[in-house]
């Protein structure tokens, strides 16, 4: 028989090759750590869409939803992508700096000539020669770092098609076989542990939908009104422009501000006052009161309730640290903590229809209309059937005590019945 160091031994044992080839693995697989992230991104973001199309549909099969879920997104990003590069193919073959060199000294002799009276003749030479040396040197630097990102994207477009295509491959295995993953694990925990981790998931869900799910929603839904408002204003290409506006809401502090204030000054320089004042009316009202004011908070009272401070700082300070991937690393962060911070305190989970999903397998209440817990005990349930008593049920059959069925058979006593003899 093994003692007791012998088996803390083996543990610490299996504890270090367990812990060095998590390490391992985590350490060959860093390459696609941005993949996997995007993938478990996306498979949450579009769980919603597969089960609406499942339920539209009724198509029952798990892997044909998954195909046309992704097919769906895939079209529409691709329409988005060929639409902006065309675009952007067309603008810049009709690119001249010199051209756009002329602009931007018109802009500057327009602002010179607003600040003509405050500032004398001779310092607004110097500063007209400042600024268009600026511009020009500004010009060239744009110009740099286009060129740069094109060719790179152009260098690497067999590294962008591979790690798409192992994104594609996991986003549909997710999708698949993502609530059975989350069963197994709850199966494998201790039993004393499930409910708190149940407990946790639920938290973990319902800030994640808040922080991902309305939110983009929030954001798609600006960037269409802005494409169809801005096609109806007559600004050309509103579905680039409405796709610029959707990423812009996506930042707490940049904000759809960031493109109409400069889309209404420039009508404004270019002598067309007013669509420069409908832009900012068309904005202000529908691209930040209505969104910001009216729909998010509407859909995050169905979701779970966050303080703005953690959604500004999750959406925002990773972006300094990691990059654009920050934008899906910092709210899952924040969430992770936020949902332990709430389960620690017992804070009420707000009953939503995807934390239901978390217990689909221990629960049938839906189906069944009573608590796991409620189930009819072998007894009561003989009780429920016979509504009575073991002995109660030879007293309905009788119904009077075995003493009383002689006297009801007798309707005198012995006593008696002499009685009536002598009565004679």
């Known amino acids: 028989m093994t003692g007791p160091l012998d088996r803390k031994r083996f543990t610490l044992i299996v504890g270090i090759v367990v812990i060095t080839v998590a390490l391992l693995i985590i350490y060959l697989s860093w390459v696609f750590v941005n993949v996997i992230i995007l993938s478990i991104f996306g498979a949450f973001i579009l769980r919603p869409l597969d089960k609406k199309l499942r339920k539209i549909t009724r198509i029952k099969n798990r892997q044909i939803s998954a195909i046309l879920t992704i097919t769906i997104v895939a079209l529409i990003f691709t329409g988005l992508f ?22 931007i000294n018109m802009l500057i002799d327009y602002g010179m000539e607003l600040m003509g009276k405050y500032i004398p003749d001779t310092i607004q030479e110097n500063m007209k020669s400042n600024l268009s040396s600026s511009a020009s040197s500004a010009i060239l630097f744009i110009i740099s770092i286009v060129q740069h990102v094109v060719l790179n994207f152009i260098s690497n477009i067999a590294i962008f098609a591979m790690q798409l295509g192992v994104v594609i491959f996991l986003l549909y295995y997710l999708l698949i076989d993502g609530e059975n993953i989350v069963e197994t694990f709850i ?4 039993s004393n542990r499930v ?17 991902f799910n309305v939110y983009l929603i929030v954001c798609v839904l600006t960037g269409i009104i802005g494409g169809i408002g801005l096609m109806l204003i007559g600004v050309p290409y509103p579905i680039m422009w409405g796709a610029v506006i959707a990423v812009l809401s996506l930042l707490p502090i940049v904000g759809p501000g960031t493109f109409y204030i400069p ?30 004011n009216i729909i998010r908070p509407r859909l995050m009272m169905q979701s779970g309730n966050i303080h703005p401070i953690i959604t500004l700082l999750s959406f925002t300070a ?5 990059g654009a991937m920050g934008i899906i690393i910092g709210p899952a962060a924040y969430g992770f903590m936020l949902a332990l911070y709430r389960t620690y305190t017992g804070f009420e989970v707000i009953t939503k229809s995807g934390n239901q999903e978390i217990e689909e397998k221990s629960g049938t209440q839906a189906e069944d209309g009573t608590q796991p817990g409620d189930e009819i005990q ?11 008593q073991p002995g109660d049920k030879t ?4 119904k009077t005590q075995p003493g009383d069925k002689t006297q009801s058979e007798d309707k005198t006593q012995p006593g008696d019945k002499t009685q009536s003899e002598d009565k004679t």
Do not use: C, R
């Open 263 to 292: 889309a209404a000054i420039y009508y404004y320089i270019f002598n067309e006052p007013m669509k420069a004042v409908v832009i900012v009316v068309f904005g202000w009202l529908f691209l930040e009161t209505i969104p910001g």
């Open 378 to 388: 072998p007894e009561d349930k003989t009780q429920s059937e016979d509504k009575t």
């Open 195 to 211: 409910d708190i981790v149940k407990e946790f998931l639920q938290h973990l869900n319902s800030i994640y939908n808040s922080l």
């Open 318 to 322: 990773p972006l300094f640290v990691v």
């Open 187 to 190: 199966d494998i925990l201790p």
């Open 82 to 103: 060929l639409n902006i590069i065309f675009i952007l193919g067309s603008e810049l073959a009709k690119f001249q700096p010199d051209v756009l060199q002329t602009d």
């Open 395 to 398: 007293q309905s059959e009788d």
